[in-house]
């Protein structure tokens, strides 16, 4: 069983690429995307959603960014950008309160019509290079 824990980061502005509603968009998720077998939002300022899929990592997060993609031009939104799922699995102890439990995924869902920009500006390469290979992952979709 695979775990996300999903934040939305929109570096789109303009009107027609709102932000989600928490319900609005577990929902949409966990119908279109065909390997989540569970959401549920959460009420944390950071993790938004949980979800959960019988796949491995990389698998679930392109069938999630497929599934944003799809739930996107179902309410009409603009979806002339890039998606992004930047990935990392917690392999410490969790915080107290925190629901990112060890073994889950802490993935930011990024949308933005500059990807490489953007990951520049995280230092993306160097957060990368401090984890083990099979505890991080990059999936983008440009669905333009």
């Known amino acids: 069983m695979t775990t996300f824990l999903l934040s939305h980061n929109l570096q789109v502005q303009g009107g027609n690429v709102p932000p989600w509603e928490g319900q609005e968009l577990a929902a949409g998720?966990?119908?279109?995307?065909?390997?989540?077998?569970?959401?549920?939002?959460?009420?944390?300022?950071?993790?938004?959603?949980?979800?959960?899929?019988?796949?491995?990592?990389?698998?679930?997060?392109?069938?999630?960014?497929?599934?944003?993609?799809?739930?996107?031009?179902?309410?009409?939104?603009?979806?002339?950008?890039?998606?992004?799922?930047?990935?990392?699995?917690?392999?410490?102890?969790?915080?107290?309160?925190?629901?990112?439990?060890?073994?889950?995924?802490?993935?930011?869902?990024v949308e933005t019509s500059d990807p490489e920009g953007f990951l520049e500006a995280i230092n993306w390469q160097a957060l990368k290079a401090g984890r083990p290979t099979d505890g991080v992952f990059e999936v983008r979709l440009n669905p333009l």
């Open 29 to 109: 998720l966990l119908r279109l995307c065909g390997s989540a077998i569970r959401a549920e939002v959460l009420s944390h300022p950071h993790w938004l959603i949980r979800i959960e899929g019988a796949v491995d990592a990389p698998v679930l997060a392109s069938d999630l960014l497929e599934a944003w993609v799809r739930l996107r031009h179902e309410k009409g939104h603009d979806v002339g950008h890039a998606l992004l799922a930047l990935g990392g699995r917690k392999d410490t102890r969790p915080g107290p309160g925190s629901p990112l439990e060890q073994g889950f995924w802490g993935v930011d869902v």
